[in-house]
């Protein structure tokens, strides 16, 4: 019994891991889409100011 509840907690410190890391990935994929969302207002801002000292 007792090494079943040891491999179980194993396991479930492992799922853990898993998630906290696939947390990590969403977070970081989250500041990319804001860094490109960034990036798009920039370009914007430049294209208005092109298009006004025309």
């Known amino acids: 019994m007792s ?3 040891v491999g179980m ?3 479930i410190v492992e799922m853990s891991i898993n998630i906290v890391e696939m ?3 969403i977070v970081k994929m989250s500041i990319n ?3 490109m969302s960034i990036n798009i207002v920039e370009m914007s ?3 208005v100011e092109m298009s ?3």
Do not use: F, G, Q, W
Request: proline share 0%; net charge neutral.
């Open 3 to 5: 090494i079943n509840i």
């Open 52 to 54: 006004i000292n025309k």
């Open 33 to 35: 889409i804001v860094e």
């Open 45 to 47: 801002i430049n294209i």
């Open 23 to 25: 947390s990590t990935n």
């Open 9 to 11: 907690s194993i396991n």
